[in-house]
């Protein structure tokens, strides 16, 4: 239909339904109804049929490359482990922490002074 009929049949619907429905027969409760609510203008499907499968499978290549390009800059930036991360080092900041009564949840749980 053009979109001239269209608004036509949908101004005459508006002025209509101004009225009592009880006047208005069933097809034009059901074009009133589809006007209001159906699948076209702005209530119309925001993704076709085969668009939620290709944005999917978008997403996960953009994210695929975004973790091998961050995984590349990090081998090519320092290729060397930062020397606190190994175990030694790790066992040694812990047996500190412990001296220091350290809470990782509360801080630190110190005496306190009067």
């Known amino acids: 239909m053009p979109n001239v009929e269209q608004k036509e049949i949908a101004d005459?619907?508006?002025?209509?339904?101004?009225?009592?429905?009880?006047?208005?027969?069933?097809?034009?409760?059901?074009?009133?109804?589809?006007?209001s609510y159906g699948e076209w203008g702005p209530r119309r499907p925001v993704h076709g049929e085969g668009d939620v499968s290709f944005i999917t499978k978008?997403?996960?290549?953009?994210?695929?490359m975004s973790l091998g390009l961050f995984?590349?800059?990090?081998?090519?930036?320092n290729p060397e482990i930062?020397?606190?991360?190994n175990r030694e080092w790790q066992l040694k900041s812990d047996e500190y922490l412990k001296s220091?009564?350290?809470?990782?949840?509360?801080?630190?749980?110190q005496v306190q002074s009067k």
């Open 58 to 64: 978008g997403v996960f290549l953009g994210l695929g």
């Open 71 to 77: 995984g590349l800059i990090r081998l090519l930036a």
């Open 12 to 35: 005459n619907l508006m002025e209509r339904q101004k009225l009592s429905w009880k006047n208005l027969n069933s097809n034009e409760i059901k074009a009133a109804w589809y006007i």
């Open 100 to 109: 220091k009564n350290a809470n990782p949840w509360g801080g630190y749980s």
């Open 82 to 85: 930062p020397k606190t991360m």
